[in-house]
């Protein structure tokens, strides 16, 4: 019995401290972030004949924020089957989860061919060069996300997850409101503004 508690109290140990590492990446990746929206609105208010941020596709954007924020649904499903130890749940709302990143990215890269194909490239003007720079970070995040999901995905059906050992899961459930979020701060400043 005595065995089991020390367990116990070893795995809410490990949460405590993967989680504030998740904390810590979080808070530094926000920082990033924030870096790049400051230059951006810096670079915006100096020269402001060169934005042009109406040639962009907002409806296509549009579908990108329906798609992560139906994703983070998904997400929070997996994190709440794993505190019930329910592997082949967390499995299923893992891959949906993958499944609206990865439709994210393709849509993300058939917007990238039409701007392309229209010759908006980085090197058009300052706007799409932090279009550019900004959207494709946040793309690398969310391909991130996306193998960590597949993988966390076929260690749950594999049942490496229970209870008391969720961390993993619950730390993807946070990495991915991080990619949520940044988007909800690209989307408006360069599609709306």
């Known amino acids: 019995m005595e065995h089991v508690a020390v367990a116990r109290v070893e795995d809410q140990e490990r949460l405590e401290n993967v989680t504030f590492g998740m904390w810590l990446f979080i808070g530094s990746e926000v920082m990033f972030f924030t870096a790049f929206f400051a230059m951006y609105i810096i670079m915006r208010n100096a020269h402001p004949e060169l934005i042009h941020p109406h040639q962009l596709n907002v409806r296509i954007a549009s579908i990108y924020t329906f798609i ?3 994703s983070s649904l998904f997400m929070t499903n997996a994190v709440n089957a794993s505190k019930e130890g329910n592997g082949k749940v967390v499995t299923q709302n893992l891959l949906i989860t993958a499944g609206f990143g990865a439709a994210f990215l393709g849509l993300k890269a058939v917007e990238y061919m039409g701007e392309i194909r229209e010759q908006l490239l980085p090197s058009t003007n300052l706007f799409y060069s932090c279009y550019y720079t900004m959207t ?8 991130i996300g996306v193998v960590v999901m597949l993988v ?3 260690r749950a059906n594999r049942g490496d997850f ?3 050992y969720n961390s993993p899961i619950e730390v993807c459930g ?10 909800f ?3 408006p400043i360069l ?3």
């Open 68 to 70: 992560l924020v139906v």
């Open 162 to 164: 229970t209870k008391t």
């Open 152 to 154: 966390l995905a076929f």
């Open 174 to 183: 946070l990495y991915w409101c991080l990619v949520e979020g940044v988007w």
């Open 191 to 193: 599609y709306l503004v």
């Open 136 to 143: 494709g970070f946040h793309g690398l995040h969310i391909l």
């Open 185 to 187: 701060f690209l989307f």
